[in-house]
């Protein structure tokens, strides 16, 4: 082989690595399309009694049936988020990490983050389950602060509180007497308090009124979930202290009635 | 001026390398080393070992929290615990060498009482301790028990908290400090403490073994008696090994129990946890009904300020309180019987009291005679005789300057 012939293959070699570096390097440069097709979404937490910011520990509010009563905290959980498409599609956000803890002392819970992305497009309404499906709520799956404080007792059916709202109430004496108006699995007595035959799931799917919105590309969607702590007392069902007493985490009556009041509790500002 | 002869036959080499390569280059080396160990000879660094700690493992029993409150500045070590055990037992730690002046944090804290007096301390009459000067504490006392776990304050009233803006009152760490200069505990300083213990022989090595320097500073003094404050794990109960299947409880634990972790029961379970939250405190601050005018300046009103915390105190854990009697802040119960029947029948409202306390307008929870033995056969059942009489927390057999 020629000494010419040599240089051509050299020059030939060096143009085809060149080309090649170009080729792959372009690739790697195009941006990623997809990208551009997600927003993100967070939710966070007011607490309010008609229609204002709770003032804490304060006898100002009454509620329908009469009760003079005040708020000392609520601790809660929602899971389950899920946006609904106008197809009929749905889109469940950070499923089996959904479950999230909300606590009016703690500042940092009143924030909810959503790790997953969200599609472009138009979404109907969002749902989400107040407290935590019979699938989901395990005993011992929260072993830290301050969501382990929420354990529901074993023999009551297990797993976790789906909210403690702690206040108290001017009773028919007088009395300011405290109420616990806990939420969880209820129970279905034999004989009460002593012999248990069943337990009652009283989770139940809030569907949030008008809560359509349209997440556009890059966009962080940023809206509250206001608990509006009255709501709990009054529709369907007027829900009386003085009835009910300061505990019912295992009188499933007052539960049903609390769950099924709690339709409207929650609403959203976008 | 034999380094520099060495230097001129290294020169006179090199001028003949072309001529004699090998030969040259094994001289090379032999002056080399010769230069390196006469120079390593004269600057023979100090019989200091290296700063290599080995990292504590804590190990997590089954259902307890996974984050610990660890500070970032002082990682648990093996060399750090060994060092904190022996501080933790050494009278000397009150800055005094006399054998009539001694304190140290084991005078009051006693493993057999779960690291707190007691009710039959032989020093400390009914459980009720007081300082060197005999200064009384101004509450009783708490057990030192899985306070890796507590990040919610140290002390009835919380005044000890990892984020507080005062960062000489964030941790274990500190309530050292606090013990040394306090009237009503050594009264004594930590210039004079640290001093002690640097002069004590072999505490210097085990501080360096622990942090790297044979210099003792309280500030280490602190970080090693915190961490072995951290390893003092208490969770092979009776109850624990019926968390795990291992054991049955009996009838009365299992009715105790029930009453326990029930609202229409003995409704402890809100504040002093159970199955779900086996550390059996929240590490939070309730006024449960004690009474009905407030006093004490360090309550927990002091710290927040907030007229909703008057009265208010930690809610201890229950494992192993048989004997952590007295009990209550300021130690009004001397039996659990008595706590028993207070939270049964003596429960005081006030503005203040804790909504938790939702008996409170009929005097407690009413327990029955049979239900309050139930109840404390399985609050008893929390009694970990393992972590009572485990050598690992014991005092050690000797002290460094004993060895």
């Not at chain 1, 005040?70 to 899920?82: G, K, T, W």
């Not at chain 2, 009237?183 to 501080?207: C, W």
């Not at chain 2, 494992?319 to 029948?345: A, C, K």
């Amino acid at each position: 082989m020629k000494i010419n012939d040599w240089n051509r293959i050299k020059v030939l070699t060096l143009l085809a690595v060149l080309a090649g570096v170009f080729l792959i390097s372009s690739c790697e440069t195009n941006p990623d399309p997809v990208e551009d097709e997600f927003g993100k979404l967070r939710f966070s937490f007011a607490h309010r009694i008609d229609g204002q910011a709770i003032v804490f520990d304060d006898m100002q509010y009454i509620n329908k049936a009469g009760n003079n009563y005040l708020v000392n905290e609520i601790q809660y959980f929602i899971s389950d988020v899920i946006l609904h498409k106008n197809d009929g599609g749905e889109l469940m956000l950070d499923a089996w990490e959904d479950i999230h803890y909300v606590d009016t002392d703690l500042e940092n819970t009143q924030i909810y983050a959503f790790k997953d992305e969200i599609p472009v497009g138009n979404y109907n309404k969002i749902t989400f389950t107040f407290g935590i499906n019979e699938q989901k709520n395990q005993t011992l799956m929260f072993v830290n602060p301050p969501e382990s404080f929420m354990f529901w007792p074993e023999y009551l059916g297990g797993g976790y509180h789906y909210m403690k709202l702690n206040g108290k109430w001017l009773d028919t004496l007088n009395q300011v007497s405290p109420f616990d108006f806990h939420l969880g699995i209820g129970q279905i007595y034999h004989s009460f308090p002593d012999s248990i035959t069943g337990f009652i799931q009283n989770y139940f799917e809030v569907e949030l009124p008008n809560s359509s919105f349209e997440m556009k590309s890059g966009q962080t969607l940023d809206f509250t979930i206001v608990l509006n702590v009255e709501d709990w007392f009054q529709s369907p069902t007027v829900y009386d202290h003085n009835q009910w007493g300061g505990d019912i985490m295992q009188t499933q009556e007052a539960m049903k009635v609390a769950c099924d009041n709690g339709w409207d509790v929650f609403s959203i500002e976008k | 001026m034999k380094v520099f002869n060495h230097i001129f036959e290294i020169k006179r080499i090199r001028l003949s390398f072309n001529k004699t390569v090998f030969p040259a280059f094994e001289s090379v080396f032999v002056i080399l080393f010769f230069i390196l160990l006469f120079q390593s000879a004269c600057n023979k660094p100090p019989q200091e070992e290296p700063y290599t700690p080995t990292p504590y493992q804590l190990e997590i029993p089954f259902g307890f929290p996974t984050k610990l409150n660890i500070p970032e500045d002082n990682p648990m070590t093996v060399e750090g615990v060994e060092l904190g055990r022996y501080l933790f037992y050494d009278g000397r730690m009150s800055g005094r060498t006399h054998p009539d002046s001694l304190m140290s944090c084991a005078t009051c804290h006693l493993q057999a009482n779960s690291f707190e007096c007691g009710i039959d301390h032989p020093e400390y009459i009914g459980g009720f301790t007081h300082g060197i000067t005999g200064k009384p504490t101004h509450h009783v006392m708490l057990p030192l028990i899985n306070l890796v776990w507590n990040s919610s304050g140290y002390l009835w009233n919380g005044k000890i908290y990892p984020d507080n803006p005062l960062p000489q009152y964030r941790n274990i760490e500190d309530l050292v400090w606090m013990g040394v200069i306090a009237e009503h505990e050594m009264n004594s300083d930590t210039n004079r403490a640290k001093e002690v213990i640097q002069n004590i022989p072999g505490y210097p090595e085990l501080f360096n073994k622990a942090f790297g320097s044979e210099t003792v500073t309280f500030k280490n003094i602190g970080k090693a008696i915190a961490q072995f404050i951290r390893t003092f794990i208490t969770a092979n109960s009776r109850f624990d090994k019926y968390m795990r299947g291992e054991l049955q409880l009996t009838q009365s634990e299992l009715s105790g129990f029930v009453l326990f972790t029930t609202e229409e029961g003995a409704d402890c379970f809100h504040c002093h946890g159970g199955f779900g939250n086996p550390l059996f405190t929240t590490h939070l601050y309730y006024n449960h009904g004690k009474d009905t005018v407030f006093t004490d300046p360090l309550d927990r009103f002091m710290i927040t300020g907030d007229p909703m915390d008057h009265g208010a105190y930690k809610a201890t854990t229950l494992r192993n309180i048989e004997v952590q009697g007295p009990y209550m802040h300021d130690g009004r119960f001397e039996t659990l019987e008595d706590v028993i029947e207070f939270y049964s029948h003596d429960v005081k409202w006030s503005p203040s009291i804790s909504p938790l306390m939702h008996h409170v307008n009929r005097g407690g929870v009413q327990l029955l005679p049979a239900e309050k033995e139930d109840l404390l056969s399985f609050i008893r059942s929390l009694h970990d005789e393992d972590f009572l009489t485990n050598p690992d927390f014991s005092k050690p057999p000797k002290f460094p300057d004993e060895q």
